[in-house]
């Protein structure tokens, strides 16, 4: 392939985030009387929490009423007492730093919040080398539904044939593949090779996919 782009996923991908997420989850439920298992909700991290939440208590949605404030707190357990516990993935800067240096357009696709991705690119010490993405301000649906990924392509004008998104989760590959990109995913996620399966390589992380930079999709 011609490649021109790539778009990064960042929980999971480049910060070691998705446990965090999911105890965030966990944690502001119960501040609202709902008794949500971690094991419940770690398969679902990935997704955005417009989707997440629905799937754990129907009634509910992260816009409104209870639901909101919900995701409002679980927004504020992660900026204020999870940060600190969370770490880059392996070689992440090492590799966005190689992509640059290639010449490609990089682009974060994220329905984070923007507090949210300064703090995550802060912790993949890759603030100063990322400087487009977009948050959940910019799409009406959250992975794995493909508005954000579309949205990075259009922010960023790249062509879905001349793009890679490097992602971690089922729902990358999900909402990129309904937006025409292919994905490289990595098992810093947490998931199985099984469930990353529709990616067109899978690595053990960033420095992974570095040390076999040449043989990959992103050198053909």
Not at 7 to 12: F, M, R
Not at 64 to 79: F, M, P, V, Y
Not at 128 to 145: M, V, Y
Not at 163 to 190: H, N, Q
């Amino acid at each position: 392939m011609a490649l021109s782009g790539v778009i990064l996923d960042v929980d999971g991908t480049l910060v070691l985030s998705n446990d965090v997420h999911a105890q965030g989850w966990v944690e502001a439920f119960a501040a609202y009387g709902y008794d949500i298992p971690f094991e419940q909700v770690r398969p679902m991290i990935g997704m955005g929490g417009d989707q997440i939440m629905p799937k754990l208590v129907p009634e509910l949605n992260s816009e409104a009423g209870t639901g909101k404030q919900i995701s409002d707190h679980r927004k504020e357990l992660i900026l204020n007492k999870f940060s600190s516990r969370l770490a880059p993935t392996q070689g992440a800067r090492d590799l966005v730093q190689k992509l640059r240096n290639k010449g490609l357009h990089l682009i974060v696709a994220s329905s984070a919040s923007e507090q949210e991705m300064e703090m995550l690119l802060k912790v993949a010490q890759v603030e100063d080398l990322l400087q487009e993405f977009t948050t959940s301000n910019d799409a009406e649906r959250s992975k794995p539904a493909p508005d954000i990924v579309a949205v990075a392509l259009n922010k960023a004008h790249l062509d879905p044939a001349e793009t890679v998104m490097l992602g971690d989760a089922p729902y990358d590959i999900e909402s990129a593949g309904k937006a025409g990109v292919r994905v490289i995913a990595f098992r810093t996620g947490g998931f199985s090779d099984e469930q990353l399966s529709g990616a067109i390589a899978i690595y053990d992380d960033p420095a992974d996919l570095l040390a076999h930079y040449d043989q990959s999709p992103l050198a053909a």
